[in-house]
């Protein structure tokens, strides 16, 4: 399997790890914000651990479009559901990685909060042409949806 012209098989663990770093944003549904960093330490920590430096002006755009300029100094106790999911998209987009993947990414929030996520997740993926790969059971969810595979038994059963 290839994923942005890296072929997949034969990759050893560190290089699998390392593929996962640069080419995958992963946002997860309880959002997984460390607690002890800020809003904008939460987004920069993929770029922290692969020791490379911001595209400030990457940054600004996805926390202006994202709504979280006025709290980037803020810890991930002082956000809402909708603000900590929202870091947690930010922080996937940041290092302009080729695939997104969301599990649940709306499973803790409420219905309107969960209905904007969903809007921004979607635009956002087109606006910088990313696959997004979303797991969910929420039907309404999935019918935004490009393409919808359901999975039974840890198998494809239909598209």
Do not use: W
Request: glycine share 6%; proline share 4%.
């Amino acid at each position: 399997m290839c994923v942005d012209g890296v072929n997949l098989e034969g990759l050893r663990e560190k290089q699998m790890a390392v593929f996962r770093r640069k080419k995958i944003g992963f946002i997860f549904q309880n959002y997984n914000l460390v607690p002890t960093l800020t809003v904008e330490e939460n987004i920069l920590f993929p770029l922290d651990l692969d020791g490379s430096a911001p595209d400030e002006n990457f940054l600004q755009e996805i926390v202006s479009l994202l709504g979280l300029k006025d709290r980037m100094q803020a810890y991930p106790n002082m956000l809402s559901g909708g603000q900590q999911q929202r870091v947690a998209i930010a922080r996937a987009l940041i290092s302009k990685p080729p695939v997104i993947l969301a599990d649940e990414p709306t499973g803790n929030l409420d219905s309107r909060n969960g209905q904007n996520v969903a809007g921004l997740l979607k635009m956002t993926a087109q606006l910088y042409h990313r696959t997004l790969v979303m797991i969910t059971h929420n039907q309404e969810l999935a019918q935004l949806a490009d393409r919808v595979l359901y999975m039974e038994d840890g198998r494809i059963a239909r598209e």
